[in-house]
């Protein structure tokens, strides 16, 4: 599949240069993605799936675009990429557009990233009931369950891009996914639920499939009788789970088109003190398994060990080729890969021993983050800290501030770095922080 | 792309659903060779997907050959077309080109699902097979001739997207810009995002319909960066609809360009609110995603058949005022959220979820309609061909109730006003649910005192029903660009209310004691 890709990739190249494009850049991808679900005692979806897709970016005349299809018929292609040369050729020229420059390709890691893991392509039917079948033991028998549904979600990911410029890269990986869901009576009409799920590009280092829907059985248990959380300024414990998603809202500003548009508040802070010493993000292309190991990112740069912040200082913004130029920053990368958050040495059970009181959150619900200001406001799920221990559940509650602040009060990390996100984050502690409830 | 989804997995919560505003970014475009317009004889969607009525009844024959309570093909081919101005230049485009037939075989409430972009018989008939294999029965009967039904005229255009080029749509955007920029010396950048497509749709159903519909949409987005002293702030505002290229008028241009400054400009004054519990006032229009969360999510029937919703055992019963009615209906003309049938071939309709305070109808699709004994409310929808439907909502709104906005601005003490948002979750089984207000005022001693700004706000569904003590007569819907996602999927809707009194929610502020 590989060489017939390559072959394809360079044709659309080819025409490309022949409709008129001065640079253009083609990749061609497929995929097949395989979902089971299975609820309640029985398969309740099965989807089988394989797809493929060609996208160019295309340079002409100081213009820049992107397309994309799913539709590789030999007459149609060449349709479709005049097409898109003539829209190019209708935009306005831009100084700062042109193709990456090949010194950024050098220096590609050769490290082998192990992201294939062949039995994917290789599991059976049987073998996706029988994940369905142990998961679905665990919670079907408990005397208030209302509905457990087992997913399990696998397949295969493979693409090859080429430019005119003398990038040549080929990415391969392969997933599976599976876990459970589960919904349990609760007082009234409410119902308790949650989920939980495993995933890595290879199958032998999961955990089993009985012990995730136990994990998933235990955090809904844990929400039943949930009440609604008070108003206070407290310490905020928040989960390692939960930790991935708000070190992605801390992120979501921390790059060159945000910087360049003036709607982030990172604008300035390369070499400053900007959070709490305890925080430092790395990010990593090169792991072994990493849910987002790569060699080269979407625009052909070589991959390379990056630190974001170091100590609460900041180190890198992830700054691409386009908006790099345009705001005179160094270019790094445009896009994140593997992000690792710097650890403590104290475990989930340890924090909460020194924190005493305050507000375990393990999910969040909702809210949202303004890039300019760094402003937020959460919707959350957790628990008290009561006697340095995990009280009572709560919920429908706030947690509202301004994340560069917040990570200023960054007091704590733990040592209990949750794997199944890209985002590698352990536990965090903040403190002052404002809920809002009843 | 797989890892996103996994992460989504991983990461959200169970039974959780959302609503967001565009990403400024993700446009996903179109423009392509063949121009939509060409194709006009006696069956011209036939003739698109390049299939007959023989070859489309031999995949079907496939796809049932092991039994089916029901079965669709879903052929779908979608274009779009974005462009970007920043720094006073439209220096970049996005084009997109989808095109597949998805294959569905439902016995009882499995379901059984491929899809392929290779639109010959052998590729069709292996999907077919792949699909059918959940079954374990014997043949059904198929159809062998498919009755096509008369096209829908919600969103009937003149002039497809395909043949609107790119230097139309320059000088537009540029305009918006401009004036943007004039409107305020504290202004410094301006964006704009135009994003348009054009979507064939044709659904053969099990029992014989062949179901064909032309879905045109377009959105313009305007962001504006401006700064005062040491201060950055950043607003925007958009416009969409199932719309033609006229329908960007100047006037309405210029009505959400205004409606991007103020609510920037504003933010230089706006503060946090005091947290707590407090009432809320919910402003006329968007504010309709207190019903997308609080209550449309947890309608949807396949929740409910499964048990998992808040409402699953609720019907028939009171659960607001008698001045409260709430409805989701998609034949609306041109609206974000308007379909002439939904994505299983059913005409789309309108469904009164609530009643005069009662408690009426879930939203259907074939599974749970035939669970319940009753007929599909036309509320399956799906992403694309390479989806299987579910119920979704259409334009979720409340009709007007017998009060005045000034009556019930008058009522509050010490609350606030919500008018703009971001996005919203809902959590189907607890009922709670959340919307991110971006813009606001507080109000004091019944009047509006001063504005306010990014607060999450929180509440439990079946509560806030109960505790809408107000209802205006100044119902409207939303003209945003609102998008819902659900189980991976997005599709479009729209939404909308009347200004709205609830007597109690959680307000995320700042001050808490």
């Known amino acids: ?438 | 792309m797989a890892i996103k989804r996994r992460e989504f997995l991983g990461t959200v919560a169970a039974g959780s659903a959302i609503v967001t505003m565009p990403g400024f970014l993700s446009g996903c475009g179109i423009q392509s060779a063949t121009a939509i317009s060409a194709a006009m004889p006696a069956n011209p969607f036939m003739d698109w997907f390049g299939v007959d009525q023989a070859t489309v009844a031999r995949v079907m024959s496939e796809l049932t050959s092991r039994g089916a309570d029901t079965a669709d093909l879903y052929f779908q081919h979608s274009r779009s077309n974005s462009l970007t101005l920043e720094d006073g230049i439209v220096s970049s485009a996005n084009s997109g080109i989808a095109q597949g037939v998805g294959l569905r075989v439902v016995i009882g409430e499995q379901t059984g699902y491929a899809f392929t972009e290779d639109l010959t018989l052998p590729s069709m008939l292996a999907a077919a097979r792949t699909a059918s294999a959940i079954a374990s029965g014997s043949q059904v009967v198929a159809p062998q001739q498919f009755n096509p039904l008369a096209a829908g005229n919600l969103y009937t255009t003149t002039v497809p997207w395909a043949d609107v080029g790119v230097e139309q749509k320059l000088p537009v955007m540029k305009t918006i810009e401009q004036q943007a920029k004039s409107k305020d010396p504290a202004i410094e950048k301006v964006a704009v995002y135009w994003s348009d497509g054009d979507e064939r749709v044709m659904i053969a159903t099990l029992d014989g319909k062949l179901v064909t519909d032309h879905r045109p949409m377009a959105r313009v987005t305007v962001v504006v960066t401006a700064k005062k002293g040491g201060e950055t702030q950043t607003g925007y505002s958009n416009i969409a609809a199932r719309e033609e290229f006229s329908w960007f008028s100047e006037d309405r241009l210029s009505a959400m360009v205004d409606e991007a400054v103020d609510r920037t400009l504003i933010q230089f004054e706006a503060r946090r609110p005091p947290a707590g519990e407090m009432p809320v006032i919910l402003a006329a229009g968007a504010s309709g995603i207190l019903l997308h969360e609080a209550i449309g999510h947890g309608m949807e029937a396949d929740f409910n058949r499964k048990g998992t919703s808040i409402y699953s055992d609720m019907i028939g019963k009171k659960v607001a005022e008698n001045f409260v009615t709430v409805v989701d209906q998609a034949d609306i003309p041109r609206e974000r959220g308007a379909l002439n049938y939904d994505d299983e071939g059913n005409k789309a309709g309108r469904t009164v979820m609530v009643e005069q305070g009662i408690l009426k109808s879930y939203l259907h699709d074939q599974i749970s309609a035939k669970q319940y004994g009753l007929k599909a409310t036309g509320s399956g929808r799906r992403e694309s061909y390479q989806y299987a439907p579910m119920p979704r909502m259409s334009c979720t709104f409340m009709e007007d109730g017998p009060h005045t906005k000034d009556e019930i601005i008058a009522s509050v003490d010490r609350g606030i006003i919500c008018e703009t948002y971001t996005n919203g979750q809902v959590q189907i089984g607890a009922g709670d649910y959340t919307f991110y207000v971006k813009n606001g005022w507080l109000v004091e001693n019944g009047k509006v005192t001063a504005p306010i700004k990014d607060v999450n706000i929180i509440g439990n569904g079946p509560e806030s029903l109960k505790r809408i003590t107000m209802v205006a007569n100044d119902a409207r819907l939303d003209t945003g660009g609102w998008t819902c996602g659900k189980n991976g999927q997005s599709v479009p809707v729209s939404q909308g209310i009347p200004t709205v009194l609830v007597s109690n929610m959680t307000v995320g502020g700042e001050n808490a004691g």
């Not at chain 1, 005349?61 to 149609?76: M, N, V």
């Not at chain 1, 996914?177 to 949650?194: C, F, K, M, P, V």
């Open chain 1, 1 to 438: 599949m590989r060489v017939d890709a390559l072959k394809q990739a360079e044709h659309a190249v080819e025409i490309a240069k022949a409709a008129g494009a001065d640079e253009i850049v083609a990749t061609i991808s497929q995929s097949r993605d395989v979902t089971f679900e299975y609820r309640d005692g029985a398969l309740e979806k099965v989807k089988d799936t394989t797809s493929q897709g060609l996208a160019i970016q295309v340079y002409a005349a100081g213009r820049y675009s992107s397309h994309q299809t799913t539709d590789l018929t030999p007459e149609r292609l060449k349709g479709f990429v005049a097409e898109a040369v003539a829209i190019t050729n209708a935009l306005e020229p831009d100084e700062f557009r042109e193709i990456t420059p090949p010194e950024l390709f050098k220096g590609r890691s050769e490290l082998d990233l192990d992201l294939v893991d062949p039995a994917v392509a290789d599991i059976s039917r049987e073998q996706r009931l029988a994940w369905c079948e142990a998961i679905d033991t665990i919670a079907s028998n408990h005397d208030k369950v209302i509905s457990t549904t087992a997913g399990v979600y696998d397949g295969t990911y493979g693409s090859t891009t080429v430019s005119s410029n003398g990038f040549s890269g080929s990415r391969e990986s392969t997933y599976c996914w599976y876990g459970s869901e589960i919904t349990l009576r609760d007082q009234g009409e409410r119902r308790a639920e949650d989920s939980f799920y495993v995933g890595s590009p290879h199958i032998g280092t999961l955990p089993t499939a009985s012990s995730v829907a136990d994990t998933a059985l235990q955090r809904v248990l844990s929400r039943l009788n949930s009440e609604k959380g008070p108003t206070v300024k407290a310490t905020m414990l928040v989960d390692s789970r939960a930790a991935a998603s708000l070190i992605g809202r801390l992120l979501g500003p921390a790059n060159a088109r945000r910087v360049q548009q003036g709607q982030s508040y990172w604008a300035g802070l390369v070499g400053e003190k900007a959070f709490s010493d305890k925080l430092t993000i790395i990010d990593d292309p090169l792991i072994k398994r990493g849910l987002a190991s790569r060699h080269f990112d979407d625009e052909g740069i070589a991959a390379k060990v990056m630190p974001v912040v170091e100590n609460g200082v900041v180190r890198n913004l992830y700054v691409d080729a386009y908006y790099g130029r345009k705001a005179g920053l160094a270019v790094t990368t445009g896009s994140p890969s593997n992000r690792l958050v710097g650890t403590g040495d104290r475990s989930l059970d340890e924090l909460l021993a020194a924190i005493g009181t305050g507000v375990y959150v393990t999910s969040w619900l909702g809210g949202n983050a303004d890039n300019t200001t760094g402003d937020f406001s959460l919707g959350l799920r957790g628990h008290m800290i009561e006697n340095g221990k995990v009280g009572r559940p709560v919920g429908e509650m706030n947690v509202t501030g301004n994340l560069r602040d917040l990570f200023g009060r960054l007091e704590m990390t733990g040592n209990d770095v949750y794997p199944y996100s890209a985002t590698l984050s352990p536990s965090l502690v903040f403190s002052d922080v404002d809920f809002s409830g009843a």
